[in-house]
């Protein structure tokens, strides 16, 4: 590949939000799935979980496709050091934002994009702090039922009803929450040298 070919782009996710959100950005992208193990390492940070995922990611993907620049991205719910991550189940979505309610928790969004080629690999992180509403179980179970967000880590979509559930949200890059942060995308795409506009 030549300095000045415009690379091929791949988004390492399944995540029907962070497709949406790389959309706005009108660049053609192909979705490849990552087979990678999400499970925490001992001793593991909310930030380090999510900076080692989305690089993980993004790796195993351009280990298939090294003449593509591939993103790859994750979030962790970082509740007082501790992970909260997708809860799948009614139950375990109750469980979580029970937790969370009045809480501060910081979403620990990372980005990260690797292209072998290019000899290019970087990894950005995204924080951003949410104050939970001191919600009733009945708001919680409400809001469950309506929204459904079990594949959303700390059960809670900010870009639909679960904005309810909110009462401030603290961060300098306003996609991060949704699960892909495109101000730190982007940096990362020129650096890769992508051209955007």
């Known amino acids: 590949m030549t300095k000045h070919t415009t690379p091929h782009l791949i ?4 995540s029907r939000y962070r497709r ?4 706005r950005l009108r660049l053609p992208f192909d979705v490849v799935s990552p087979d990678v ?3 925490a390492l001992a001793l593991e940070t909310p930030a380090q979980l999510a900076c080692r995922l989305a690089h993980a990611k993004a790796q195993a993907v351009a280990a298939l496709h090294p003449n593509s620049v591939v993103i790859g991205s994750d979030q962790v719910a970082d509740l007082n050091g501790e992970s909260l991550g997708k809860p799948h189940t009614h139950a375990r979505a109750v469980a979580q934002l029970q937790r969370m309610r009045g809480q501060t928790v910081i979403f620990q969004t990372a980005v990260s994009v690797v292209c072998h080629a290019r000899q290019f690999a970087q990894t950005e992180l995204a ?3 949410v104050c939970f509403n001191p919600l009733t179980d009945l708001e919680i179970d409400a809001y469950l039922h309506a929204e459904q967000p079990y594949d959303c880590a700390g059960s809670a979509k ?3 009803l679960g904005i309810a559930l909110l009462a401030r949200i603290d961060n300098d890059d306003p996609t991060a ?7 730190r995308t982007c940096q990362l795409l020129r650096a ?4 955007l506009l």
């Open 177 to 183: 929450l949704v699960g892909l942060p495109l101000i």
């Open 127 to 129: 924080q951003v702090k």
């Open 37 to 39: 193990d999400e499970t």
């Open 158 to 160: 900010s870009e639909g």
């Open 192 to 195: 890769a040298g992508l051209k």
């Open 20 to 23: 949406q959100l790389l959309e």
């Open 11 to 14: 988004l390492a996710s399944t």
